[in-house]
C-alpha cells in the first residue's frame, strides 16, 4: 500500500507537473493583483482622489486583465489536465488488462487533482475581477467621467 500524497498527484508526469505549476502561479499571481487592489481601494476610501478621471483611475484598472485571463484560461488548463488523467486511466486499463479501483484511481485522482486546481485558481480571479471592475466603473463616475 502506498501513501497518498499531494506532490505526487500533481508531478505524476511532465504535463501534469507543468499545468499544475502555471496553476499555482496563476494563483499566487491573481493574490498578488487582488491584495494590490484591495489596498488600492481602501487608500481610496480613506483619501478623496482629485483630478483628470482618466488618469486617476489607471492604477485601479491596472492588472484587471490579468484576473480576467485567468478566470478564462484556468479551467481550461484544469480541464486539460482532466483529460491527461482520464487518458493515463485507459491507458493504464490497457497495459494492465484490468478495471480495477488500483488501476485506474492514480489517473483519476490526477485528473481531478487537475481540476481542483484550474477552479481554485480560476473563480477567486473571475470574482475579484468583476468586483475591481465594478468598483473601478463608479469611481470614474464618481470623479465626473464619461
Not at 511532465?14 to 499555482?24: E, G, N, Q
Not at 468583476?130 to 466603473?137: G, L, N
Request: no cysteine; glycine share 8%.
Amino acid at each position: 500500500m502506498t501513501n497518498f500524497s499531494l506532490w505526487t498527484l500533481f508531478t505524476t508526469d511532465v504535463v501534469t507537473a507543468i499545468a499544475s505549476i502555471v496553476l499555482v502561479i496563476f494563483s499566487i499571481l491573481s493574490w498578488a493583483v487582488i491584495v494590490e487592489k484591495i489596498r488600492l481601494f481602501r487608500t481610496v476610501r480613506r483619501n478623496k482622489p482629485h483630478g483628470n478621471p482618466d488618469a486617476v483611475i489607471a492604477p485601479f484598472d491596472k492588472n484587471l486583465w490579468f484576473l480576467a485571463m485567468v478566470a478564462g484560461v484556468s479551467p481550461f488548463i484544469g480541464l486539460f489536465g482532466t483529460v491527461w488523467g482520464v487518458m493515463d486511466s485507459f491507458a493504464s486499463i490497457g497495459l494492465n488488462q484490468s478495471v480495477s479501483i488500483g488501476v485506474i484511481a492514480p489517473g483519476l485522482a490526477t485528473a481531478l487533482g487537475t481540476t481542483a486546481l484550474g477552479l481554485i485558481a480560476a473563480i477567486p480571479a473571475a470574482i475579484a475581477y468583476q468586483v475591481f471592475t465594478k468598483k473601478s466603473d463608479d469611481l470614474y463616475e464618481k470623479l465626473g467621467g464619461k
